[in-house]
């Protein structure tokens, strides 16, 4: 499995699917007139929406197939071989947002995205609908979303094994958000070593070993 980041909650999934085959699954294409970031061409076979707030919605401008699923909501699907359960969510109040939690189930892989959660941190619904998670992609920045202190509570609520640090301010994006540094700060970590994608595979994930990956844009 392949996860590229392209800012924000953006990301591209690459997954293995039988002998030579592959799926691609592409999450929150950014819309670059509003957050300044470039819109990711991909040849998605599956499109996830979390949220609509910066995101594009016309399927056609990420270079996504014809054919493409998209999924911009709660519900429980499966396409070629990958498995999504999407579920709502609420802000720091307790009210329904647009922002949808997705756990996704790929070469034996748990990925849950966050997108852009406005939670101060997880019910006991949501956990128990997520179940074990091997690989969580969180916003961190602040202001909206959530930032470095209910990033760890939620760390802490699923304990997942690789932690994809997500929604922090980078270069060129019109939002200002925390710099990923607070977040490493507050985990007590010292600075990263951006990777330009994780490549992983179900034998990598070490459960009494979690991590934190930095991916590069």
């Given at each position: 499995?392949?996860?590229?980041?392209?800012?924000?909650?953006?990301?591209?999934?690459?997954?293995?699917?039988?002998?030579?085959?592959?799926?691609?699954?592409?999450?929150?294409?950014?819309?670059?007139?509003?957050?300044?970031?470039?819109?990711?061409?991909?040849?998605?076979?599956?499109?996830?929406?979390?949220?609509?707030?910066?995101?594009?919605?016309n399927?056609?401008?990420?270079?996504?197939?014809?054919?493409?699923?998209?999924?911009?909501?709660?519900?429980?699907y499966?396409?070629?071989?990958?498995?999504?359960?999407?579920?709502?969510?609420?802000?720091k109040?307790?009210?329904?947002?647009?922002?949808?939690?997705?756990?996704i189930?790929?070469?034996?892989?748990?990925?849950?995205?966050?997108?852009?959660?406005?939670?101060?941190?997880?019910?006991?619904?949501?956990?128990?609908?997520?179940?074990?998670?091997?690989?969580?992609?969180?916003?961190?920045?602040?202001?909206?979303?959530?930032?470095?202190?209910?990033?760890?509570?939620?760390?802490?609520?699923?304990?997942?094994?690789?932690?994809?640090?997500?929604?922090?301010?980078?270069?060129?994006?019109?939002?200002?958000?925390?710099?990923?540094?607070?977040?490493?700060?507050?985990?007590?970590?010292?600075?990263?070593?951006?990777?330009?994608?994780?490549?992983?595979?179900?034998?990598?994930?070490?459960?009494?070993?979690?991590?934190?990956?930095?991916?590069?844009?």
């Open positions: 499995m392949q996860i590229i980041w392209h800012g924000l909650s953006c990301f591209q999934i690459i997954a293995a699917r039988g002998k030579g085959e592959h799926v691609t699954i592409l999450i929150d294409p950014l819309n670059e007139d509003e957050t300044g970031l470039k819109t990711p061409k991909s040849n998605a076979d599956i499109v996830l929406l979390t949220n609509k707030q910066y995101t594009v919605t399927l056609k401008k990420t270079g996504a197939q014809d054919s493409a699923f998209l999924i911009d909501g709660p519900g429980e499966e396409i070629k071989g990958v498995y999504v359960q999407g579920m709502a969510s609420t802000d109040d307790g009210k329904k947002t647009q922002n949808t939690i997705y756990a189930e790929a070469e034996d892989i748990q990925i849950c995205v966050l997108g852009n959660l406005k939670q101060a941190e997880l019910t006991q619904d949501q956990i128990e609908k997520l179940g074990p998670i091997d690989i969580l992609t969180c916003p961190v920045g602040g202001k909206e979303a959530a930032g470095a202190k209910e990033a760890m509570k939620i760390m802490t609520q699923i304990e997942p094994s690789v932690t994809i640090p997500t929604n922090y301010q980078v270069p060129k994006l019109k939002m200002k958000l925390d710099p990923l540094q607070d977040f490493l700060k507050a985990v007590g970590v010292g600075p990263v070593e951006p990777l330009p994608k994780l490549v992983i595979k179900k034998k990598d994930i070490q459960q009494d070993n979690a991590k934190i990956v930095v991916l590069a844009i």
